[in-house]
């Protein structure tokens, strides 16, 4: 615990900084912090011998087998901060915000100095996981066991958009339709996974303003692929989001757009990446687009599935009325 002591200020840190002898408890209790830091990453702690093991996790653990993620091992913490949760603040080691994201029990399968083997039983992640080292502090971990939804299917590393088909007028019935303002900019598929984002365009991976990056923090271990376009609003590149495909192990091409944009609201996209708003007034979106010189709208069928890659009638763009 040396270590742990030496990097922190009690006067300056609310975290937990015991002066004397820790607890001992039964060698069966983890945590999974959530810590948004210089960069956003994952804290598993193991209770062994008085202490919490801690590794650090840039991705988070992985939901399904197969996938080894980097687990940089870090100093022991007291058993104190499995219940820690605050800030902790600028200039101090570790600075910025922290969650408790999951906590339970584990058991031991084994357990030497270059390999841990446990099974986590905890309210997000249960099953069971590997951390072995490979090279000095940095360690690996794997999921052993298939992911706890049977049903779970991998995010995608590539989807191709859907396209609209132009159309003069707007279509009928109305009441089918809900419409967005045509932005007129980049049209990029974001790929969202532990906090960071991936934008593949046309010709391929495009880079995302560090603004626009930065927002998706806030999903934290969310998974999710987003449709929507790279603009400047207010002198600044925001990435309006207008549709979700995918979301924590479910492929939502299939689901009606009313599905996928309720569960895309819940979101929390903020700042850099921002929802596109919706209406259901046709021609005062065409009249509003007019006037503020952008290309036009898009109508979208309310009970139509995404198609990737496909030019679909569910969809139309309409230039501004001349």
Sequence with gaps: MAEY???????????????????????????IQEHHARALHWDLRLERDGVLVSWAVPR??????????????????????????????????????????DRGTYRTEEWTDRKVTVE??????????????????????????????????PMPRELAPMLPVRQAGLPRPASAYAYEVDWGGVRVVGFVASGRLRLVGVDGEVAAD???S?????????????????????????????????LDGVDLTVRSQEERWALLDGLPLAGGCQLAPRFDDGPAVREAARERHLPGVLAKRRDAPYRPGVRSAAWKRVAVAP
């Design 120 to 153: 986590l039983a905890g309210g997000r992640v249960a099953g069971r996981y590997a951390l072995f080292a490979t090279d000095g502090r940095n360690w690996l971990v794997r999921r052993l066991d298939p992911p706890s939804d049977p049903a779970r299917v």
């Design 5 to 31: 002591r030496r990097k922190r200020d009690p006067g300056r840190t609310p975290e937990p900084v015991p002066a004397g002898p820790l607890p001992h408890g039964d060698d069966d209790t983890f945590v």
């Design 60 to 101: 988070g653990l992985p939901p399904e087998p197969g996938v080894n993620r980097l687990a940089v091992h870090t100093e022991d913490h007291p058993v104190e901060y499995a219940a820690f949760a605050g800030t902790i603040p600028a200039g101090e080691y570790g600075a910025g915000s922290m969650s408790v994201w």
């Design 214 to 246: 930065r927002a998706v923090e806030a999903l934290g271990a969310t998974e999710a692929v987003l449709d929507g376009e790279l603009v400047t609003l207010d002198g600044a590149p925001v990435y309006v989001v207008s549709d979700l495909l995918y």
């Design 210 to 212: 560090r603004r626009i």
